[in-house]
């Protein structure tokens, strides 16, 4: 009995003994899981984020505007142009057209298309050092997506060159300007020259002083260094161009050189290039620009003058930029690219203008000729961003203020070193904003049908 | 028998009748609800984002570096200085202490803390306009937080001021001194004076050469125009600065002017103030200043230099920005804002600080002297940014010097205007950078020891 009594005692005993090793272990489990996991955030912690960022999206605009998280950390409507009232659904009547914005705003459908795969989530712990991944500031990964990208568009060759980015092209400029000037601190900096009709945005502190009419009279003084800048396509007109001055350095400012907007014949392959981020996917509120650059000096010499002069891309706009890089490229390889969305998008309004204005004697476009695209592997016609309207009559001398008073915002020809007979259309915003504008064009050329009958 | 079949041929056509009537309705329904929704991306479409970054914040850095997503979009870590391996988990043993680099990430475990609601997500389609809600390119909600956020740490007036943003501090600094220079073309441009020591970062470009030393024996030349650079507190020492010069115009650097840093005796109210995120969320990665400016004139003439010269705020930079101003504000209402965090991180470290040093002949860092917080409303120490250490014997002259041979990298007192005695230490960056520091520091003064027993 005595033994029967010491194993009772004994059982309790072990069981004790069992639950306190359990309980140590869970202990040590505990302890454990809080201190390593101490560094990291509670599962789950994207989500709040993700359904704030969807119950805004999901706001009612008519199909007229955005939401967007207004004052208070509200959801409100920012209506397109010439839409008003809480969801976007009243037209003003007497708004006029807007084509003078560049805004790229046409591809916004297609990341409505592609939400799930193009948003991004940005931790708050996201960004903290000023070093991003790859060092000098500028992400590794950014700068392969680039070239991936511009292998994926063949439009140009990036193999063998530098990449070098900055937040806006008057940023590249001040340092290729900087990096091609002559050494010697006596000579002047080196200016730009550029053929009219051209959009000076960005470079006008550059721009040679009454240079290029001296410079075809072969007139200029050797002390100054000529960069010619060639905008290929060509804002205002949307043609292809060379360099023609024979100057000793040229930038190549090929923003427009996109399936979207002009038929790539071969690979840009210059020694410096420039395109932005704003004409590929539209993004015009994130600002990247990003010189292709062949040679190594230049490249060496520009990059140090960004880095003594702080012109750093902020590492939230590479994060962003790769993000939608990555989407594109992606989508390319599955048909339903961005570029295809955004040629069908322009080559139906193009139609629609030339039909407008096919039958005006007032009013002329610039022609577009077809030529064989290397990206889509045809002969296409060209898509430019923008139309270039001619006044042709003696009394429209003005060809802007003509627009205007029949509710055309657009942009002087003046304003492109060009004639007042020529005014610049945007064709690059909303749906909504092409449509005013050829409601406009439509009233505007039928007075021209009724005074001619 | 005759009604009783009709009635019966009846009800299959009253059927078909009602079933029709609801086949179209839903139709209709569809139709409307694929029309007005073509605009709305589809429900869930951000839980996919959220996801990706759950997945990669859980990877495992053993505590000493952060997941992110690296090249073929996989998730790597990247480590805190000293600290290899796929998990970080591997410290290098000859590895120099970083004590040079000025980025905040003390702060980031603050972050980490508040996962889930200091996230945010960006869905594809946003910052496509070049214009953020509010015009001008700079979003009238940013500028009213900032204003809530200074109204709340109690540092700053602006009510009745102007707000300036913009990328970079050299950004603003062009803008006001183009400002605040002369309207004649004829007279030179208006330059920065600042007294020693000083950070000179991102003014270089505007600093008078040769002012100094003439200005204190009263011959500078009265065409050119001071205007007097303070840094308050001031980088290197901590010291909270006055102006002295007597200059026409004085910008105040007003950086680390918040609780982390220093003591808030009362809000500053100067003429122009300059402040950025990176100190006061510790996020160096996004680039952001603004500045507080008083007279209207400057501020219109400083605006239109940035506009004139694209110097604009990425749209994204802006609303990542405004997340995380929103939670600063949030979550100092409740008692554990981001200035207590700093605030005792730094004091923890500054109290391990002064006990290695105090004891040394060798060395000495500047005295901390308690002052009243406007802030925590009680005497504090300060608990500067940065360690302005001395090399107190004759042999140190080189202070920069002595620290890199025994393994740490601080910034010498010759890049600011000081002599080689001095050297910089950072106390800003992660604890384990913290930890090595003192790490070294020790094995540094206990050579001392030895070497005085």
Redesign the interface.
Known sequence: MDEARRGGRRRPGLKLLLFLHASLFLNVFFFCYLV?S?????????????????AV??I????HG?A?L??G?LPAC?CNACYSGDDCSQLLLDCPADAD?????F???Y???????????????????????GGDFIS??LD?HVRLLHKAAENAITDGKFILFG????ELLHALVHALSADNASSSPACLVASAPHNP??R??HECIGIRSNYAKGSVSPATKIIEYVTSPNDPDGLLQQSVLGASAVIHDHAYFWPHYSSIPAPADEDIMLFTISKIS???????WWAVIKDQKTYQKAAEYMS??????????QL?VLK?I??VIAEMGKGGGIFEFGYKTLKTRWSKLHKLVSSSNRFSIQPLLPRYCNYFKRIRDPSPAYAWLKCETEEDKDCYSVLKTSGITSRSGTLFEANSHYTRLSLVKTEDDFDLLTMRMEALLSKELIASS
Chains 1, 2 share one sequence.
């Open positions: 390593l101490r560094h990291q955030p509670p599962p789950g912690w994207a989500r709040s984020a993700a359904r704030d960022a969807e999206a999901a009612d605009c008519s199909g955005r967007f207004a004052g950390g920012e914005s560049e805004d790229p705003l591809l916004e459908p990341w409505q298309q592609h939400a799930s795969t193009s948003s991004i989530v940005l931790p708050g712990w996201q960004c903290m050092s000023s070093q991003t991944m590794a990964e392969r937040s806006e092209v008057a945005f960005g006008r502190q539209g993004h015009a509120g994130i600002r990247l003594l002069n702080t012109m750093v891309v902020s590492c939230d706009v962003r939608l990555r989407v």
